[in-house]
């Protein structure tokens, strides 16, 4: 095996658990946040959470030839805090909220940041 291939396992291995140690950081954030404020975590609120990185992290990464627009990051904030405050919103008057019910919301919701994002920087070149 070259140099090179190591090295690009290396650095991959690493992402992985660099991934796996912020997935702990998250779960431990809520287990003190839950035990702190007595707030029981449903599965609404975890599907929140994971539909959101799920969309945002498909958003972003589909959209690269962006990232050095400052305008384009302010339009990712704003999209990010329109959909928390609806979500949140929804969650607490509407507790008994099942997490798969993200999943179409989420689709939907996928199309429409695309439509704002090609409206304000124009489709992909890819």
Not at 21 to 32: D, E, H, N
Not at 38 to 58: E, K, R, S
Not at 67 to 80: A, D, E, G, K
Not at 99 to 122: N, Q, R, S, T
Request: glycine content about 8%; overall charge positive.
């Amino acid at each position: 095996m070259s140099q090179s291939a190591i090295g690009k396992i290396a650095r991959r291995s690493l992402f992985y658990i660099e991934l796996a140690l912020a997935a702990l950081a998250v779960i431990g954030l809520l287990v003190a946040i839950s035990v702190h404020t007595g707030t029981a975590f449903t599965g609404g609120w975890i599907g929140l959470i994971g539909y959101t990185c799920l969309l945002f992290w498909v958003t972003i990464g589909k959209s690269r030839e962006h990232w050095h627009r400052p305008m384009f990051w302010l339009t990712i904030v704003s999209l990010l805090g329109v959909h928390l405050l609806v979500f949140i919103a929804v969650l607490r008057s509407y507790p008994q909220w099942r997490m798969i019910w993200f999943l179409p919301i989420v689709v939907v919701e996928a199309g429409l940041f695309w439509a704002v994002l090609d409206a304000l920087f124009g489709p992909p070149k890819k």
